[in-house]
């Protein structure tokens, strides 16, 4: 028996009001009027879809239960390296054992349920707990409709051997290279095709094919369905679908349209992840993902669905939300105008790959130390413990603080100094089970921020090496909702 043991999410904090997207460019398209409603989400600067899928998996899982996962998958079409192991990366920052299968899966909007696919096939083979993450940071061309109707965001569940919060039901899978839209190596967009061949010809046919096939092969009826899942930009598509396939209509799952927008992969898991918040015990859960074809998977929840919730969830991330009306910052984080950032910007810092592979650890993981001596902790690890009583030397283990809370002991905001964000907000950290580190700060309120301000770390971008082609992680301190 398969089951999910837990889910997660992150959908980053920033909403873009549609209306200013509208505001902006109705000038050329007059009909984007009709998208302006509501908002979507978006990344800051430092985040991507590796610190979103890092923040997901963190909200699914707690460090004691990581030890356990065996497989990690990570499923997307914005990855950031093309040939360096994305999932790789999240494995580090999350302190997985090192033993562990990683692989990335991609090329497909489908790919995140053929990742929850692959998840549950990696289980039934042996291993004893798999993670999948699915996350999506796409780039749109600047005043089209996609750029009303995308948002950016990542969700995690983690599967075992125990029907866990939902038992895994069955699955039909349906290949076929249907081209709704594209988007070739070298360019930034995709490129979509028409809306009524999509919805006839791609979601009305082959959806009903996979779903009636699957519904058969595990005798369910299509009023045994209590949760409808299926994502499409065209919200009148998933209604229409179910009732095709005889579903009621009340079981069609909400879409996150209008406070979050369609996060690509990650979607029919964000989905997924928002349902089982509300789930009931023997509610059936149909899952669709679509792209080349068709996935669809069928879940019940147990009697745990009810007790089992993760730290923050959809719903969290919806309410952690913060309004933006500045259509030129969201431009200027996801690189759609060349703008004018200053001779602070120009400096040039190549990524020295030998140092960061020696201090992984503490660079991927935020990893400190502990001396066995004494037990004072320490950020960074050295050979002498930090300690004036004790000062012993090469008597540190490591010790993880991606999770460990604190507060801010000093900052400075600096405007001299080049952020995409300016200004840059640095400090010194406190954490609450010892040690202290000088650390950037991000997602700073400067209308509340200050001294014992309490906060947490996350796993965003550090710098972005535009002439290499290379991007650092590192760890930076936030303020706690």
């Known amino acids: 028996m398969v089951g999910i043991k837990a889910f997660g999410a992150y959908i980053p904090k920033f909403r873009l009001q549609r209306e200013a997207i509208a505001k902006a460019n109705t000038w050329f398209d007059p009909s984007l009027a009709g998208l302006a409603a509501g908002e979507r989400s978006f990344c800051s600067w430092d985040e991507d879809t590796v610190t979103m899928a890092v923040e997901a998996a963190r909200d699914a899982t707690a460090p004691a239960d990581r030890t356990a996962i065996e497989t990690l998958l990570l499923a997307s079409t914005t990855l950031p390296f ?40 990696a289980v039934s083979a042996g291993s004893a707990s798999a993670l999948l ?44 290279d249907f081209v ?3 988007r070739m190596d070298g360019f930034d967009f995709d490129y979509p095709w ?39 930009l065209q919200n009148r598509v998933p209604a229409g679908v179910a009732k095709r396939l005889g579903l009621e209509a009340d079981s069609v799952a909400d879409a996150l349209s209008g ?5 690509g992969v990650a979607h029919p898991i964000l989905m997924l992840a928002h349902t089982l918040e509300g789930a009931k015990p023997g509610d059936r859960i149909l899952v669709v993902g679509f792209g080349q074809g068709c996935d669809a998977l069928l879940f019940e929840a147990t009697d745990a669905v009810a007790s089992v919730k993760p730290k923050r969830g959809v719903s969290g991330c919806l309410q952690q939300r913060k309004p933006e009306d500045n259509y030129a910052k969201y431009q200027t984080f996801n690189g759609l105008v060349d703008r004018e950032f200053g001779k602070r910007a120009e400096t040039d810092v190549p990524s020295p790959l030998s140092a960061l592979y020696r201090n992984r650890k503490m660079v991927n993981a935020f990893a400190g130390g502990r001396c066995t001596k004494c037990g004072t902790v320490q950020f960074p690890k050295t050979v002498y413990c930090v300690n004036p009583e004790c ?30 964000n300016p200004p840059a907000y640095f400090g010194l950290v406190e954490f609450d089970e010892g040690g202290r580190a000088m650390m950037d700060f991000t997602d700073v309120d400067p209308a509340t921020f200050d001294v014992d301000t309490p906060v947490s770390a996350h796993f965003r971008i550090k710098v972005i090496d535009k002439r290499r082609g290379f991007r650092r992680y590192f760890w930076k301190a936030a303020p706690r909702s």
Not at 259 to 263: D, F, K, R
């Open 259 to 263: 406070n979050c927008g369609q996060t």
């Open 194 to 232: 028409e809306d009524r061949w999509i919805r006839d010809e791609g979601y009305m046919k082959l959806v009903p094919a996979a779903v009636g096939a699957l519904l058969e092969k595990t005798d369910t009826k299509p009023d045994d369905v209590a949760h409808f899942i299926l994502p499409c």
């Open 391 to 420: 000062g012993a030397a090469d008597s540190q283990e490591d010790h993880p603080m991606a999770d460990a809370l604190g507060k801010v002991k000093t900052w400075t905001a600096d405007r001299l100094t080049f952020d995409m």
């Open 82 to 121: 093309l040939d360096r192991q994305n999932s790789g990366i999240v494995a580090e920052a999350l302190q997985l054992n090192e033993t562990l299968r990683t692989m990335d899966i991609t090329g497909s909007q489908r790919a995140g349920t053929t990742g929850l696919l692959a998840a549950i096939d």
């Open 180 to 182: 709704d839209h594209f």
């Open 133 to 176: 993450v699915a996350s999506e940071h796409r780039r749109t061309r600047v005043g089209s409709p996609l750029e009303m109707l995308y948002g950016d965001g990542a969700a995690a569940v983690v599967l075992g051997t125990d029907p866990g919060v939902a038992r895994f039901v069955g699955a039909h899978s349906v290949a076929r």
